[in-house]
């Protein structure tokens, strides 16, 4: 059971680049997040999904896009980096939606360093 | 706007030693909170889930518990071992799917 998977754990890219951020469960949640976590800051919420089709707007949703085609994968696109995105991302899953931190495990992917320059 | 608040920042204590981590909140309105630990580069893992209607969860060595009425949880761990060496998080989760506030977090290290 691979749980949630992220590629690629380490990224340089160049201010005004882009380029997307994978990650895949296995466990057919219905509940895929992305956060950022930074020095003194805690994780915040990018974007969110509760099931196939469905995505909305977490906490810091500027500058990055999501698609949820499918039930395992919940990809993050960085439109255009900026310094200011050089940050780790953490993938979270969960069994299903609406009261989905009530009771149900969250599983998070092992993170992607991002550093842009 | 829920603010969680983890003092420490860092702890640094000798093998067997039993320690508290705490957590604070600002809104007491909440369903529920969770505990993690997270290792150097890794994700975060789920060590303890709390309802709001309870007061204490026990995992092993790990007891944590919660004070609604104070915006308050702790983490205290027994016996702590090198193992036991991460960073440890607290989350609250106040309704909705954006609403779950993470807390800085606390570096532990156990020193053998």
């Known amino acids: 059971n691979a749980g949630v998977t992220q590629t690629p754990k380490f990224q340089v890219l160049k201010t005004g680049q882009s380029m997307t951020l994978q990650c895949a469960q296995d466990?057919?949640?219905?509940?895929m997040s992305w956060y950022r976590q930074d020095p003194g800051m805690g994780l915040r919420l990018i974007h969110y999904?509760?099931?196939?089709?469905?995505?909305d707007q977490g906490e810091v949703p500027n500058g990055y896009n999501v698609s949820r085609s499918t039930t395992e994968d919940f990809p993050l696109r960085l439109l255009s980096a900026a310094p200011s995105q050089t940050s780790v991302y953490f993938c979270?899953?969960?069994?299903?939606?609406?009261?989905?931190?009530?009771?149900?495990?969250?599983?998070f992917g092992e993170g992607s360093w991002l550093t842009v320059v | 706007k829920q603010e969680v608040t983890q003092i420490p920042a860092a702890l640094s204590v000798p093998e067997g030693e039993n320690l508290v981590l705490n957590c604070s909140f600002t809104?007491?309105?909440?369903?529920?909170l969770q505990w993690f630990r997270q290792d150097p580069g890794k994700g975060l893992t789920s060590l303890l889930l709390?309802?709001?209607?309870?007061r204490e969860q026990t995992s092993g060595r790990l007891n944590a518990s919660l004070d609604k009425s104070s915006g308050r949880s702790t983490l205290y761990i027994a016996a702590s071992q090198p193992g036991d060496s991460a960073t440890y998080l607290c989350?609250?989760?106040?309704?909705?799917?954006?609403?779950?506030?993470f807390g800085t977090g606390t570096k532990l290290q156990v020193i053998p």
């Open positions: 979270a899953s969960s069994y299903k939606g609406g009261e989905w931190f009530s009771g149900n495990t969250i599983y």
């Open positions: 466990m057919n949640h219905e509940y």
């Open positions: 999904s509760v099931g196939a089709g469905i995505t």
């Open positions: 809104d007491s309105a909440i369903y529920n």
């Open positions: 709390i309802q709001s209607s309870q």
């Open positions: 989350a609250v989760y106040s309704g909705g799917y954006q609403k779950v506030t």
